[in-house]
């Protein structure tokens, strides 16, 4: 099979050198695409000028609709994608849950909100600020969406989470969105595409895909387009580096490598129901995508005089495997690639960590396997590595704290990250912990018995809660609710009469975002 690209309302092949799409179980070939020869120009021309008036022509609640339709195109294939997932990302069931399940769930919450959004193209800031002694003029905030297309480029873990949950907002925004996902495992992101193209749900130009290539994208970006990245830090500094997205002033965002840490509080002895659920979130965390997701658990912090008991508790057996057997519970890093990656990581790791515990994997054969493998550092004021090393696979490093303030400056040395959860019963070491913490995380889930069963877990980005993270996690923010859209719009000053801002007000969907 040779994946084919929609660009400017077409199926295209590329040129040029092909990436083989392989079964990281069995290493079978499964596809392949090239990324040349295509005229990218032209397929962001087509977007910008077909797809976007098209879409700016309907309100919110309209495109929530659309949004609602693709979702049930989606639903409709859902096991047919997690074969998919299976076949080139060797998803387990529960794998398959984040990523298809995720990716459809979030287009709905999405269509959700441009119900609630109404039957109005603008948004408003709810206050009205007079500008000098005369009440008669003032000012209104107004949020319009820009002009041009959205640019998403995508990570390998979330070919169908990572496309759809960036297209839901592009395109509630009423911007037209040329979608770039990973070429290792565009299989997925390729199949559900096609099928939404096919139902004919979206408007001409509304949405492309380029499922490999592409190197020349940022040299093409104008004024009025955006740009949404997810990947390593080394791309994504070479991308918003590029000269043209800095002449062009674009809207960047940056989702890119991150440390993230789970932290058991001062209070949490072993016999409390914050340690058990401590210990099945790591456990859960480790292993769930081979720990393939920018939000794992890289980070492990717990009372000095706690560590040997979470030590052995997190010494659990693992199945890796094939996950089409039955009891496997962890499939297979992506491809060879991802596995020389993950034991290059590891080795910077044990210049600061010992490893304490490895599962069995499968020996032999051409599966991806790497096992979950927890490390311990004693010694996590001296360590380097192990704060600052993404290892993209099964792998955390359990370190000790001393006491709250500890505890923080360590999760701060991570320099930015996407989550850290703590887990406490103790109210002023939660209070403490949840402010000291923000400012070096996007996201801080606290978590005591009473709600260990209703959070939905340190790893998974619920659309409501801001995705994204400072410092080497990129600096950037999606999701969020509302807060969301502002990405995709330019926030303006609108001067003018009262009459004439009331009007505005009135025709707007109120957005404090
Ligand atoms: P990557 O190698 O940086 O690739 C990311 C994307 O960029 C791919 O679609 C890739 O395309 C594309 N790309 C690479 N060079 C490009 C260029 N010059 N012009 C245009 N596109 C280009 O990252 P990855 O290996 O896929 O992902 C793993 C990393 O992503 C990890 O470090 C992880 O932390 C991070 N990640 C972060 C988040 C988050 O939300 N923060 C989520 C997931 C992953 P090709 O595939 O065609 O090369």
């Not at 998919?84 to 919450?109: E, H, K, M, P, W």
């Not at 990250?417 to 923000?438: E, G, I, K, Q």
């Amino acid at each position: 099979m040779i994946l084919q690209h929609y660009l400017g309302g077409r199926w295209l092949d590329g040129t040029g050198a092909a990436t083989a799409l392989l079964d990281p179980v069995t290493g079978d070939e499964l596809a392949t695409v090239a990324g040349g020869g295509l005229d990218l120009a032209a397929a962001l021309d087509h977007a910008r000028r077909v797809g976007g008036p098209a879409l700016k022509a309907m309100t919110y609640a309209e495109r929530g609709a659309l949004l609602k339709a693709v979702a049930e195109v989606l639903t409709a294939n859902r096991d047919r994608y997690n074969d998919l997932s299976l076949q080139n990302s060797g998803a387990t069931a529960v794998d398959c849950a984040f990523d298809v399940d995720g990716g459809i769930g979030t287009l709905r919450y999405f269509a959700g909100l441009g119900k609630g959004l109404g039957d109005t193209r603008h948004l408003v800031e709810p206050d009205m600020e007079r500008l000098g002694r005369d009440e008669s003029f003032q000012t209104l905030h107004v949020w319009a969406p820009y002009g041009g297309v959205a640019i998403h480029i995508n990570a390998f873990n979330f070919p169908s989470w990572g496309l759809w949950g960036k297209v839901a907002v592009a395109l509630l925004s009423g911007m037209p969105v040329l979608a770039k996902p990973a070429a290792a495992t565009a299989l997925l992101s390729h199949a559900m595409v096609k099928d939404v193209i096919e139902a004919g749900v979206l408007p001409d130009g509304a949405l492309s895909l380029l499922c490999a290539g592409g190197r020349e994208l940022m040299d093409l970006v104008r004024p009025q387009d955006v740009v949404s990245f997810t990947g390593s830090a080394d791309t994504a500094r070479r991308l918003r580096a590029n000269a043209t997205v800095i002449a062009a002033g674009v809207p960047f965002n940056i989702e890119a490598d991150s440390l993230n840490a789970a932290v058991l509080g001062p209070d949490a002895g072993p016999e409390t129901e914050e340690f058990a659920a401590f210990v099945k979130e790591v456990l859960k965390e480790m292993t769930v995508k081979a720990g393939q997701k920018c939000t794992a658990i890289r980070r492990i912090l717990v009372p000095a005089d706690r560590l040997d008991a979470v030590q052995e508790a997190l010494t659990a057996k693992v199945v890796v495997g094939d996950p089409r057997q039955e009891g496997v519970r962890m499939g297979p890093l992506v491809n060879r690639a991802q596995v020389q990656a993950a034991e290059e990581g590891l080795a910077r790791l044990t210049q600061d960590a010992r490893v304490v515990f490895q599962s069995d994997v499968p020996r032999g054969g051409a599966g991806c396997f790497f096992p979950a493998t927890l490390l311990r550092c004693d010694d996590p004021d001296g360590a380097e590595a192990v704060h600052a090393h993404e290892v993209f696979g099964p792998v955390a490093t359990l370190m000790p704290y001393r006491d709250a303030h500890h505890a923080f400056a360590l999760v701060a040395r991570g320099e930015g990250s996407l989550v850290t959860s703590v887990f406490t019963a103790d109210a002023d070491f939660a209070a403490r912990a949840s402010v000291a913490l923000a400012a070096v995380n996007g996201r801080v889930a606290v978590v005591d018995g009473s709600v260990a069963k209703a959070n939905p877990g340190h790893g998974v980005v619920m659309p409501q809660c801001l995705h994204g993270g400072p410092g080497r996690a990129g600096g950037g923010e999606e999701m969020g609710g509302r807060r969301a859209l502002r990405f995709y719009h330019q926030r303006c000053a609108i001067q003018g009469s009262v009459a004439h801002l009331t009007r505005l007000k009135e025709t707007g969907a109120s957005f404090t975002g």
